[in-house]
T-cell receptor, first 112, second 114 residues
Framework: DAKTTQPTSMDCAEGRAANLPCNHS???????VYWYRQIHSQGPQYIIH???NNETNEMASLIITEDRKSSTLILPHATLRDTAVYYC?????????????FGSGTRLQVQP | GAVVSQHPSWVICKSGTSVKIECRSLDFQATTMFWYRQFPKQSLMLMATSNEGSKATYEQGVEKDKFLINHASLTLSTLTVTSAHPEDSSFYICSARTGNEKLFFGSGTQLSVL
């Protein structure tokens, strides 16, 4: 799995968009970008994933650069409940036999 | 969406006793489940991969005789911490993958060994 680099922490004002960057300069052509988050004392929660096209769902948007070396997770209107650690993970899709490997993630603090 | 149920949410036990943690996939069958451990302020560390009907695969440095994993059915995996000691106090999390490539996680179990 390609290595990812994320800022250690970020702050965001409630109601504003939260933009969480992730660098993955060694990503391979068949590797996807996955985002999960972990709210304090809970298990991680899947947010979104993508290969090369931008993706959007009810939780967030994922913007992947054209060269695929970096991506940004966007929470369009952050709320206090979005305070969590956000993990960017790059890996190939497989049959489900391999676990996810978590890095340090970005600790997002949404301020009132 | 898919749900993974983990019990108990928290447990306190005396040193030397054993603790069992259950992980259930409620609305899908999971041939493979994963167990993680997380210490305060740290990221999740994979402990083992649990395969239905066969022996678990443990990560390097994880004692298989101490952390017993059983995956007897397609919806249930259990982790038993045997002869628990204070250094085993941690947040334990299970996960399972559905057929559409998403991994779902249990809510975690906070283990405190006195």
């Amino acid at each position: 799995d390609a290595k990812t680099t994320q800022p250690t922490s970020m702050d965001c004002a409630e109601g504003r968009a939260a933009n969480l960057p992730c660098n993955h300069s060694t990503i391979s052509g068949n590797e996807y970008v996955y985002w999960y988050r972990q709210i304090h004392s809970q298990g991680p929660q899947y947010i979104i994933h993508g290969l090369k096209n931008n993706e959007t769902n009810e939780m967030a948007s994922l913007i992947i650069t054209e060269d695929r070396k970096s991506s940004t997770l966007i929470l369009p209107h952050a709320t206090l409940r979005d305070t969590a650690v956000y993990y960017c993970i790059v890996r190939v899709r497989d049959t489900g036999r391999r676990a996810l490997t978590f890095g340090s993630g970005t600790r997002l603090q949404v301020q009132p | 969406g898919a749900v993974v149920s983990q019990h108990p949410s928290w447990v306190i036990c005396k040193s030397g006793t054993s603790v069992k943690i259950e992980c259930r996939s409620l609305d899908f069958q999971a041939t493979t489940m994963f167990w993680y451990r997380q210490f305060p302020k740290q990221s999740l560390m994979l402990m083992a991969t649990s395969n239905e009907g066969s022996k678990a695969t443990y990560e390097q440095g994880v004692e298989k005789d101490k952390f017993l994993i059983n995956h007897a059915s397609l919806t249930l995996s259990t982790l038993t911490v045997t002869s628990a000691h204070p250094e085993d106090s941690s947040f334990y999390i299970c996960s399972a993958r559905t057929g559409n490539e998403k991994l779902f996680f249990g809510s975690g179990t906070q283990l405190s060994v006195l």
